[in-house]
């Protein structure tokens, strides 16, 4: 995800983006993962989520999908790269543990039956001692960058040999840009990106994004649907730091500014501030669920 509400590119090598990683991961966390909380729990319930689940899920992030679903009762493994966000998880999912952000690969808790939260690809979460997983989440959604797809089956090609056979293998995306109000606030980013002509900016969303990454991976389609999640902000300052947060105006920053970026995405969020001075976004997500063989 991973990476994401989608992965993070940078748009070439050895770019350095003048952010605070740490701030940014709490904005990711306080403002911008709740956003999908629809589509977390329309997937649960779905798969009828619960103590007899053991699930994984790739590109965590701050937690809040794996809360979710351990408050259900199932058990939860997260993976993700950003040591910013995993941090937020632990506090979230292990919250006696000390604040210490282990080398990449490394496992933080997850004694017995208990959340693992772990640093680095899909790969790290394997252990030999434990049941294969019943469930495999890729909330992070596909769709409106450019060569997303393929880093989703990269996750997948490392975490589906960690399943059951059988196992929910869960895909999120985009849906369809005119069903996606923040679609054209997006596109901010691929105008102040263009100079720099890489591959991590916007693109119009594919309706068989996740059905090709799904047959590329090897997994048997077991049913699809769309949910809505609007975005909705307090004002026009948190939906900017909500919506850089995400890493997809990354390229623009790398580009242009933050200065610059913050000055048009606001710009850009004007159509969708109401009177009160809250920002709202009607937007449409779609998920596949497929199956491992």
Not at 6 to 19: D, I, K, M, S
Not at 84 to 100: H, I, K, N, Q, S
Not at 212 to 235: E, Q
Request: net charge negative.
């Amino acid at each position: 995800m991973t990476p994401t509400l989608v992965r993070q590119h940078l748009p070439r090598t050895g770019a350095v983006l003048p952010v605070d990683p740490r701030a940014r991961a709490r904005d990711w966390s306080e403002i911008q993962e709740r956003m999908l909380v629809p589509l977390y729990e329309a997937v649960y319930e779905r798969l009828d989520v619960g103590p007899a689940t053991r699930l994984l899920g790739l590109g965590c992030g701050s937690g809040l999908a794996l809360l979710m679903a351990a408050s259900r009762g199932a058990t939860v493994t997260g993976v993700d790269t950003s040591a910013d966000r995993l941090a937020l998880a632990r506090e979230r999912l292990l919250p006696g543990e000390r604040d210490v952000r282990p080398p990449r690969g490394e496992r933080e808790g997850g004694a017995g039956t208990g959340p693992r939260i772990v640093h680095g690809s899909p790969g790290a979460a394997a252990r030999a001692d434990a049941p294969a997983y019943t469930v495999v989440t890729a909330f992070e959604p596909i769709g409106c960058l450019a060569g997303d797809a393929e880093g989703l089956g990269e996750l997948l090609a490392e975490a589906t040999p960690l399943a059951a056979r059988g196992a929910a293998v869960v895909l999120a995306g985009w849906g369809p840009p005119e069903r996606c109000a923040t679609a054209s606030v997006l596109r901010v980013a691929t105008k102040l990106a263009e100079p720099l002509s890489t591959e991590g900016t916007w693109r119009p969303t594919d309706r068989d994004d996740l059905e090709r990454v799904a047959a590329r991976a090897g997994l048997r389609p077991d049913g699809s649907g769309r949910v809505a999640c609007p975005f909705g902000y307090a004002d026009v300052d948190s939906a900017v730091r909500g919506l850089t947060s995400t890493g997809l105006f990354d390229p623009a920053i790398a580009a242009t500014d933050q200065v610059q970026v913050d000055k048009e995405l606001a710009e850009a969020l004007h159509p969708y501030q109401r009177q009160d001075g809250t920002v709202w976004m009607p937007n449409v997500f779609r998920y596949v669920i497929a199956r491992t063989p």
